[in-house]
T-cell receptor, first 111, second 113 residues
Framework: QQPVQSPQAVILREGEDAVINCSSS?????VHWYRQKHGEAPVFLMI?????EQKGHEKISASFNEKKQQSSLYLTASQLSYSGTYFC????????????FGQGTTLQVKP | DTGVSQDPRHKITKRGQNVTFRCDPI?????LYWYRQTLGQGPEFLTY????????KSRLLSDRFSAERPKGSFSTLEIQRTEQGDSAMYLC???????????FGNGTRLTVT
């Protein structure tokens, strides 16, 4: 089942902060975050695993609430380069590896 | 690490024709995924492999779609009797394990006329 992302779109000024949320109705084992710029392939940002392990870029911050099956991606002091569409991908507990992506959150950072 | 490569980049075909796409993953990656993406939507899962074994195929996929990964290296995705609704970007990604980052190729854009 597809995870739900919110908000659908965000417009920021450079230096402002944003939070993107991802929630699932199913028990999750891991949550991935990717960013896709127009006309390009999605690029990996971070993986959060059940139990607290995280893998990803040092400048990216995210959380995974295992009780609520929710993850949040924190974008602080936004830069123009942060613009793009952010996708969360979720792997359900007990599944061997299928990753299902949400519908995306479009972020636009203006000067 | 030469990245994931997909061929062709673009494919225009007439309705009813068969098409085949190729994906070459990063060489040491044992997992290979196929996704389909339409404008404004997230990547839609199609199928994935661990080595040469196809572990799961989306129930949304009709029997017109088939994928193979012989010898656990490159993979092909075939669509038979294409329909206009098949028009989309077809993305391939590879990974080193179940919870490793997916590395995406640049995709094959299919247009069915």
């Amino acid at each position: 089942q597809q995870p739900v992302q919110s908000p659908q779109a965000v417009i920021l000024r450079e230096g402002e902060d944003a939070v993107i949320n991802c929630s699932s109705s199913k028990a999750l084992y891991s949550v991935h975050w990717y960013r896709q710029k127009h006309g390009e392939a999605p690029v990996f940002l971070m993986i959060l695993l059940k139990g607290g392990e995280q893998k990803g870029h040092e400048k990216i911050s995210a959380s995974f609430n295992e009780k609520k099956q929710q993850s949040s991606l924190y974008l602080t002091a936004s830069q123009l380069s942060y613009s793009g569409t952010y996708f969360c991908g979720t792997r359900r507990s007990g599944n061997t590896g299928k990753l299902i992506f949400g519908q995306g959150t479009t972020l636009q950072v203006k000067p | 690490d030469t990245g994931v490569s997909q061929d062709p980049r673009h494919k225009i075909t007439k309705r009813g024709q068969n098409v085949t796409f190729r994906c070459d993953p990063i060489s040491e990656h044992n997992r290979l995924y196929w996704y389909r993406q339409t404008l404004g939507q997230g990547p839609e899962f199609l199928t994935y492999f661990q080595n040469e074994a196809q572990l799961e195929k989306s129930r949304l996929l009709s029997d017109r779609f088939s994928a193979e990964r012989p010898k656990g290296s490159f993979s092909t995705l075939e669509i038979q009797r294409t329909e206009q609704g098949d028009s989309a970007m077809y993305l391939c990604a590879s990974a080193q394990g179940a919870d490793s980052p997916l590395h995406f190729g640049n995709g094959t854009r299919l247009t069915v006329t």
